[in-house]
Structure formats: C-alpha cells, structure tokens
C-alpha cells in the first residue's frame, strides 16, 4: 500500500507518515526541505519527493511523478500548511497567494490527479488536514481560516461525489497541536490576547502530532470522515456539520457519476470533449 504525504517534513505529517509506516504501508514524503525529508524517509524504508507545493508546475507533476516512480498511490494525505499570523493588511500579497495554494488550491489539484487511478485500482483514500480554525473565523488567521474551511466543504464535496466508489475520505480538524506551527501563533503578539481568552475559558487544549496521527490511520482504516480535536468543542463541530448532514440527508439514493479515468494534469487532454464542439 503506497501512501503520500505532503508536508511529511515536520510536525503532523512525519507523524502521520511514522503512523502509516508503523501499519506496513510504503511511504512517499513530500516537502521543501530535502535533509529531513531524505532522513525520514531512509528510517521508514520510504521514498522523498522534494517539491514547493505553492509552485503550480511541481504540482501538477507530482502524482505522475510519484505513480511512475513507485506505482500508484493508494492514500493521499493532504497535509501541507502555511499559517497567517497577522492582521490581513500586514500580511503581503505574496504570503496570502502561497497560503491560499499550498492550503487549498493544491489539494484540489493532487485530488484530481489521483482519484483517476484509485479508481481503476478500485480501492483509495483521500485524507486532508483542515483545522479548528476551518469553523470558525479568527482575527491575524483570516487567509488562514478561509483556505481550511474551503478544504473542509472541498472534502465533505468530494464524499459525496465519491459515493459510489470505494474511495473514502477523512478530514482532521485540529485545534492546537504541539508543532512549529502553533508556536509560531503562540508566539506571535496578533493572536496573544486571543489565545489568552481562549486559554482562560479552557476551549482549546494542546494535543502532540503523535495522538492524532494515531487516530487518523485508525479513521482511515474505518473510513471514518472525521477526526477533530479538542473534544469540548463537538458542539462547534457539529453546528458546522448540520447543514452537511441535511443536504446529504435529502440527496440520498442520488447516484453521482463515478468519476472517469483522468489523464495526468501535464499530458494533453485528448479525452475532454469541447463543449462547444458538442453543441454544434
Ligand atoms: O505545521 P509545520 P504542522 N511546499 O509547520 C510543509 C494543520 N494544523 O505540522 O516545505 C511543500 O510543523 C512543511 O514542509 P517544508 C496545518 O494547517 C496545524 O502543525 O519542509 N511543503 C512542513 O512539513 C497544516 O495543514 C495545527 O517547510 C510545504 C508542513 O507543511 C498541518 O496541520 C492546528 C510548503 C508544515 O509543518 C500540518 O501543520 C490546526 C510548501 N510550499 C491545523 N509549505 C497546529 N499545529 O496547531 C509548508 O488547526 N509545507
């Protein structure tokens, strides 16, 4: 079983990329940083694919890259993430763009690429890391928070549109975990007061990479869509699923098409039928 994931470098993703390894599955880390992937890699028996996720080009190359080096890949983990820590004004343009890609926009993209595959495999799981924050909006994490609660409705979409196939989906949705990441936000004076709020009403306890990689394979393993912390925030949750839920309710025995064997995102498309070649 070939498993990707992205931002394997650090954190989450090289405890998620651990986990998987530790269930027998062949590892393909992806991130920027190519001595600690090289490094993660060699200890899991795995395969490092260097790539900045916020290039469009080495996107759109890397599961075709990935499937012809080491077959097709059974589970995406769509991992990566960049956070905001300021107020949107202060933050460039240029930071908002590589947030808003490598957070959302290549997910989307590495989905497309892969489900193609998967699905004339006849087995795949998708699994994407969202967050807390993708429920809910906070002030310095306005970038940040818009991209995760598009990823969270971009995955709950795809379920549904892969319900009747045998690709599942998972998505995380953490509140603080113990990474580079949250001290960045820790530490950053924007957030401080938040936090402080936050901290003093006791919502938001800290949780280690390692807890949450456990129950996410043990998730994927029952295709279960969620695994979500911290636990005193379900009512969150769960008023940000309803309308999910209602929708899903409403459209059952919908059958949706299967999804057709895409070509890779790089080769011509000579499938794709003009639209306007088929009115005429
Ligand atoms: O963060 P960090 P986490 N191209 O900074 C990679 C979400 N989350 O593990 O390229 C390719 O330690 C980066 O690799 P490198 C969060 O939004 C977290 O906490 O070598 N890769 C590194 O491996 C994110 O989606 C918390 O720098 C790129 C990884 O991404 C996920 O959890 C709370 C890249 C980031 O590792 C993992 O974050 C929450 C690029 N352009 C959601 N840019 C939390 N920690 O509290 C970054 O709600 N990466």
């Not at 998987?20 to 940083?33: C, K, M, T």
């Not at 957070?103 to 004339?120: F, S, Y």
């Not at 057709?260 to 000579?270: F, N």
């Amino acid at each position: 079983m070939n498993v990707l994931v992205t931002g394997a470098s650090r954190g989450i993703g090289e405890a998620l990329a651990r986990r998987f390894a530790d269930e027998g599955a062949n590892l393909i880390v992806v991130a920027r940083s190519e001595p600690e992937l090289n490094k993660l890699a060699d200890e899991l028996g795995g395969a490092a694919l260097v790539a900045d996720l916020a290039d469009t080009e080495q996107v759109d190359t890397l599961i075709p890259r990935a499937e012809a080096a080491f077959g097709g890949i059974d589970i995406l983990v769509n991992n990566a993430g960049l956070e905001t820590t300021a107020g949107l004004t202060e933050t460039s343009v240029e930071a908002i763009r590589s947030v808003v890609r490598v957070n959302l926009e290549t997910p989307i993209v590495l989905t497309r690429a892969v489900i193609g595959g998967m699905h004339k495999r006849g087995r795949g799981h998708l699994v994407y890391t969202s967050s807390l924050a993708g429920i809910a909006g906070f002030p310095g994490l306005a970038t940040y928070a818009g991209t995760k609660a598009g990823l969270t409705n971009f995955a709950a979409s795809m379920r549904l549109e892969l319900n009747q196939t045998e690709i599942g989906t998972t998505i995380i949705a953490p509140g603080p975990v113990d990474t580079r990441m949250w001290g960045a936000l820790e530490n950053e004076p924007y957030s401080d007061a938040l936090l402080k709020r936050l901290n003093t009403l006791r919502l938001i306890p800290k949780t280690n990479p390692e807890r949450l990689a456990k129950r996410t394979v043990a998730a994927v393993k029952s295709n279960r869509r969620h695994v979500r912390h911290p636990a005193r925030m379900s009512a969150n949750f769960w008023l940000n699923e309803a309308p999910r839920r209602i929708t899903e309710l409403a459209t059952v025995g919908v059958r949706y098409r299967p999804p057709i064997h895409l070509p890779h995102p790089h080769l011509p498309d000579l499938h794709r039928r003009d639209k306007t070649t088929d009115a005429g």
